[in-house]
């Protein structure tokens, strides 16, 4: 009996020892204290009573150009997209009778023109929208000012992006290459620029969609939150912490920070005995679960004051074709498939399929003290790209 007690010891005591370890080796001890006081302690508002409306939105790095593809692969990539997403998202519907909604943030420095005018077919059907991703690395503030205009106009010229006003400026959401938004990373690589915040805002940024970017060392300090970050160009990785989004509080600061969850599974990991990291990332190696989806509603990302609008922003790499596969295929429909049936049986809760600007939409509406629908606000403030609002007023 001594002898399995002192065996049972030394496995524990390993099992802590690699989890500390591991734990150092994936960055958690950046955002491990936020977790705790959320998660853990309980600081966060409880889950409120009654009706709970589930906003929901993929924000995909949308690279057709992926590991160096050749054009012909590319075209291949994005044209698999344009044939089968239509007839997996028609399997399903929301609250509101929409089927699921795709941002395909499609990088700058990739541009061709033909993937565009493809994308712009799917958001025309509506299916999804196009936003701004970006690699770029030991740029300056003027070279990143002169990339985001030129491709601003490029997206413009093919129908895609929202507008603050009818006729105005193009306006778009952001995802960073690398993760490295604000120059975050540890060794200055992927970015370079101290005053991105600023920038992406003068250049008509509404809101930075990266985030959550674990294991990498860009991860931020503040998780599960809407938040408004404030640019010091002395230093980088300005958006580390904020001013949370509320009902009744002004937009503050230099962009609004909409992260996914970021959680734990435990058990999870290695033969179940482990603590799994959940990023919200669709990926080929992740697989999907109906438990990966109740962790990412669970983590209760909303705006303060309105507990029962929770939003749900996941992420993926959809043209790697590994994660293409889940996307397109069985991952997927088993993903929509416990949304629909547990988040949308109009007791408990209510879901909505969103793109990032309808996302965005829906938050400043909650801070304006909307309530109700929160599908009536999918175009608050920044109104539909060309694309979609032509086809609209054709219909009209």
């Known amino acids: 009996m001594t002898g399995f007690l002192v065996g049972l010891g030394i496995c524990l005591f390993a099992s ?3 989890t500390i370890q591991r734990f150092r080796r994936r960055n958690v001890m950046l955002w491990l204290p936020a977790f705790a006081r959320r998660d853990w302690v309980g600081v966060r508002e ?33 044209a698999r997209w344009t044939a089968e997403y239509p007839r997996l998202a028609g399997e399903f519907a929301d609250a509101d009778g929409r089927g699921p909604r795709h941002t395909f943030f499609f990088p700058a420095e990739e541009y061709v023109p033909g993937h565009l005018d493809r994308l712009a077919d799917l958001a025309r059907a509506g299916h999804g929208e196009v936003e701004v991703h970006l690699h770029h690395d030991r740029d300056t503030s003027e070279g990143l000012r002169r990339k985001l205009r030129t491709f601003v106009e490029q997206l413009r010229s093919h129908g895609h992006l929202g507008s603050d006003a ?15 938004l604000d120059n975050s990373r540890d060794d ?3 970015c370079g620029v101290n005053d991105e915040l600023r920038v992406l805002r003068e250049c008509g940024c509404y809101a930075d969609f990266t985030l959550p970017s674990a294991p990498s060392d860009t991860q931020t300090r503040r998780i599960n939150s809407l938040y408004y970050a404030t640019d010091d160009p002395a230093r980088p990785r300005s958006h580390d912490d904020g001013v949370e989004a509320a009902v009744g509080k002004d937009p503050s600061g230099d962009l609004l920070i909409v992260q996914g969850p970021l959680t734990v599974l435990w058990p999870g990991g290695k033969f179940g005995l482990f603590p799994r990291l959940e990023t919200g990332n669709l990926s080929g190696r992740a697989g999907m679960s109906d438990r990966r989806v109740d962790a990412w509603v669970r983590t209760r990302v909303a705006v303060a004051g309105r507990p029962d609008w929770v939003f749900v922003k996941v992420h993926t790499h959809g043209c790697n074709e590994l994660n293409r596969d889940v996307l397109l295929g069985g991952g997927a429909r088993r993903m929509h498939e416990r949304l629909c049936s547990r988040y949308n049986d109009g007791v408990n809760f209510k879901l909505h399929y969103v793109t990032a600007r309808e996302m965005a939409n829906i938050i400043r509406a909650a801070e304006r003290g909307m309530a109700g629908d929160p599908g009536r606000y999918r175009d608050f403030a920044i109104g539909p790209p060309p694309c979609i609002r032509s086809e609209v007023e054709n219909a009209l």
């Open 16 to 18: 802590v020892l690699w």
């Open 46 to 78: 409880g889950p409120p009573p009654g009706l709970v409306h589930v906003i929901f939105a993929v924000a995909d790095h949308f690279e057709p150009a992926w590991s160096g593809a050749a054009p012909s692969l590319q075209r291949d990539r994005v």
């Open 166 to 180: 009818p006729d105005a400026r193009p306006v778009f959401a952001f995802v960073h290459g690398n993760w490295a």
């Open 188 to 190: 200055g690589r992927w």
